[in-house]
């Protein structure tokens, strides 16, 4: 039996067994297990936690870092930073104690930062009912504050120029062949003064350099604006579809291209300087909403003797003509750039009557200055260096031209409100009513005439000649600019109520930084509606 019933056992199959088996409870957890899978739960949220922090942490940087980098943009791309003014502008002057290195390191930084969207620009909203707004050559400016030349000699910064604020930027002096001017150094700060003194010499690319980097402009905007590419594309623009200036490119401003004769070329001979100006307008006119003659450089040896009423008149008519010859609908204006310097009656009116006869449209008063007198008043102090550089070759510019510059504007405005000069056999006496009308308007006197005119007119009398009785005909009224030691707004409006129509700045903007424009706009607009 025992036999039978092992061998039976075995037959069992192993389901079977395991159905017959004795269940068993399940053992319960030990303490040391419960605290062990606690601790994996605990370490398991702590890490979970740890991660959510970290992925919190990355936010949080990532989002201040965003936040400052926008603030960041937001505050170095303002002209209003102070940081401009009171970092950048003594930076630039301690890491580059020769002047002409600071100007071309200035430049290169301004067309850089344009081209990453990074430059300063003028960023306020018109909260002010004062219009500062003028009107010069039939259109209506933004403002009346313009750049002179000499901060962008090349043409390599205009827009950039522009975002600043001004409503006109004046870009050269541009010679018709490239020429190196005067040798090093050439360009010397007065701090002290806020003054320089620069003997540069016209250095200039030529004017095929320049006419090609402000036709490539012209393209791009025309590409931007989904007029095209090209040359069809270009013209165009120049053609006025885009509706903006030509030169400009910016609806409210306008661009001043200088133009001025080689320093090898004979002053004597006025056929060969005429050749020069004409040159230079005939490639660079297409690209300009004002043509600047500049006989006025007190760095080009015989220059300022252009200045003389002959050869003067027949520079600028050869000028003029070449500009209606402009491959475009409209002519660039033309303006004569004249000195400081000459300030004889004699030399004012041979000036005005150059101006006149040859058609130009308007003078700018005035450049930079060879004298050294009246320059630093008896009660200031001056220190050793800067008396030394002030015996330095070269014009000078700085705030203490002002007076000089508001003397001259005053003494132009009186001098081209006449009308032509007419020979003495033809003079006429004022004893007709009509006559006497046009010899009692009145000079405009405030920024605000200004706006209420769109074409500013002056009627000027033909003189008796073989018996004719005189005719009278409406002439436009020749528009002033003025530039030298205008640094706030007083002075500028103080030049325009004494007849110019834009006031311009050098060497305000260079020791002031890219906020300048915006402080004499403000300044400006304070002035006129305190008054």
Known sequence: MSHLYLKSSRSYSAPLRRALAPRSRPLLSSPASQTSRLASTTASAASDARSLARRLKILLYGTSLSLAAVFGYLYMTDTRASIHQWATVPLIRYLFPDAEDAHHFGTTALRTLYGFGLNPRERTRKDSKTDIGVIVFGHKLQNPIGTSAGIDKLAEVPDALF??????????????????????????????????????????????????????????????????????????????????????????????????????????????????????????????????????????????????????????????????????????????????????????????????????????????????????????????????????????????????????VKRYRALLDQGPSLPPSTELTPKTPEVAAINDQPISSTINDKLSKTKETSSTAIGVKNGVVPVFQKQEKKVIFATGGITNGKQALEILNAGASVAQIYTALIYGGVGTVLRIKSELRNEVERK
């Not at 025309?222 to 200036?245: F, M, T």
Request: with cysteine; hydrophobic share 35%; net charge neutral.
């Open 163 to 408: 975002a600043l604020g001004p409503a006109i930027v004046e870009v050269g002096g541009c010679t018709p062949l490239a020429q190196e001017g005067n040798p090093k150094p050439r360009l010397f700060r007065l701090p002290g003064q806020n003054a320089l003194i620069n003997r540069y010499g016209l250095n200039s690319k030529g004017a095929d350099d320049m006419a090609k980097r402000l036709r490539e402009r012209v393209r791009l905007y025309a590409y931007n604006e989904g007029y095209g590419a090209g040359e069809d594309a270009e013209q165009l623009v120049l053609d006025g579809a885009a509706g903006v200036p030509p030169g400009s490119l910016i609806e409210g401003k306008l661009l001043a291209v200088q133009v001025a004769k080689n320093k090898d070329t004979n002053g004597e001979d006025i056929a060969a300087v005429t050749r020069d100006y004409v040159y230079c307008v005939e490639r660079l006119a297409r690209y300009a909403d004002i043509l600047v003659v500049n006989v006025s450089s007190p760095n080009t040896p015989g220059l300022r003797t252009l200045q003389r009423v002959e050869p003067l008149t027949q520079i600028l008519e050869g000028v003029v003509g070449a500009a209606k010859e402009a491959k475009r609908k409209t002519s660039p204006k033309v303006m004569v750039k004249v000195s400081p310097d000459e300030d004889s009656d004699e030399q004012l009116e041979g000036i005005a009557e150059a101006i006149w006869r040859s058609g130009v449209d308007g003078v700018i008063v005035g450049n930079t200055t060879n004298r050294r007198t009246d320059l630093v008043s008896a009660d200031s102090t001056i220190l050793h260096k800067e008396s030394q550089l002030l015996r330095e070759q070269g014009g000078y510019s700085g705030p203490q031209m002002f007076p000089r510059t508001l003397s001259l």
